[in-house]
């Protein structure tokens, strides 16, 4: 069966400091894959997708990058996290028309 | 800008009200609409989706939806809630499938609190 992983489930960081959230997809090839953020009060924000290895594409402007060094993973990165970085990351894959499945989530606090 | 609007941020009502969630897009085209719901502490899951056909949708758990096109429209209802039914509720919508077409925009979602 498909599952997407994504780790860590929480994470505290401090201003300035890297950031690398890791997400995996198991059970399919070559997914469409995405970031989304959740602030609150803000609903969710499309930050990357990607349609296959080392190709991502940017949907807003920010202090944050992703990767996909390999097909059934995705990483999101920092080189130096500002306190609006905080908030829930969200991984995504997309087999088909049928939707997106989702990760479970990473909770990002920023001090 | 193409968005999703909900129109109410928290909606609180007692078990056994019926419900309606609302959700306006502002996309042109061909769109395919979607209910995801978020129960705390869990994952986002797909309630129900539209793609083409007939309007009212019927999804998990007794909810529905109809999609209105010339209002631009998508409503999540519900005729008799539960108290399991809390949880925040997600409106999403893309113009297909592949590259950035397939790119889910969502609204900001809208917590329901069901009162026992």
């Known amino acids: 069966s498909q599952t997407i992983h994504q780790w860590p489930a929480t994470l505290v960081q401090p201003v300035g400091s890297p950031l690398s959230l890791e997400c995996t997809v198991e059970g399919t090839s070559n997914p469409n894959l995405y970031w989304y953020r959740q602030a609150a009060g803000r609903g969710l924000q499309l930050l990357f997708y990607s349609v296959g290895i080392g190709q991502i594409s940017s949907e807003v402007p920010q202090n944050l990058s992703a990767s996909r060094p390999q097909d059934r993973q995705f990483i999101l990165s920092s080189k130096k996290l500002l306190l609006s970085d905080s908030g829930f990351y969200l991984c995504?894959?997309?087999?088909?028309?049928?939707?997106?499945?989702f990760g479970s989530g990473t909770r990002l606090t920023v001090v | 800008a193409q968005s999703v609007s909900q129109h109410n941020h928290h909606v609180i009502l007692s078990e056994a009200a019926s419900l309606e969630l609302g959700c306006n897009y502002s996309y042109g085209g061909t769109v395919n609409l979607f209910w995801y719901v978020q129960y705390p502490g869990q994952h986002l899951q797909l309630l129900l989706k539209y793609f083409s056909g007939d309007p009212l949708v019927k999804g998990i758990k007794g909810f529905e939806a109809e999609f209105i096109k010339s209002k631009f429209s998508f409503n999540l209802r519900k005729p008799s809630v539960q108290w399991s039914d809390t949880a925040e509720y997600f409106c999403a919508v893309n113009k297909g499938y592949g590259g950035s077409q397939g790119n889910l925009i969502f609204g900001k979602g809208t917590k329901l609190s069901v009162k026992p």
């Open positions: 995504a894959w997309s087999p088909t028309l049928a939707g997106y499945t």
